[in-house]
């Protein structure tokens, strides 16, 4: 069993920033990929960013120059810094692990992007 614990969600102005955490924890023996999803209220959950264990990343078109995805492989945690936040960045936010098979979920945060 594994199990994702987000946290640094939170209320901030436009413009603003924001640094989101996730750890994973649990019967793991390497992590691959990991992603940030978000979905807002009405819509559908979307990719966010995503980090491969050798690090390369991809960003959704609305989060590029803005949003950078990391992580910390001795610590089975991925960032996510969000910069120049917008009304439209509101959202909740998940973590997201595909391992051994199956698909891993966090319960999410929630951002609050005040303008």
């Known amino acids: 069993q594994v199990q994702l614990v987000e946290s640094g969600g939170g209320l901030v102005q436009t413009g603003g920033s924001l640094r989101l955490s996730c750890a994973a924890s649990?019967?793991?023996?390497?992590?691959?990929?990991m992603a940030w999803y978000r979905q807002a209220p009405g819509k559908q959950r979307e990719l966010v960013a995503a980090i491969a264990s050798g690090g390369s990343t991809s960003y959704a078109d609305s989060v590029k120059g803005r949003f950078t995805i990391s992580r910390d492989n001795a610590k089975n945690t991925v960032y996510l810094q969000m910069n120049s936040l917008k009304p439209e960045d509101t959202a909740v936010y998940y973590c997201?692990?595909?391992?051994?098979?199956?698909?891993?979920w966090g319960k999410g945060t929630l951002v609050t992007v005040s303008s």
């Open positions: 649990g019967s793991i023996f390497r992590i691959n990929a």
């Open positions: 997201y692990v595909p391992l051994y098979g199956m698909d891993y």
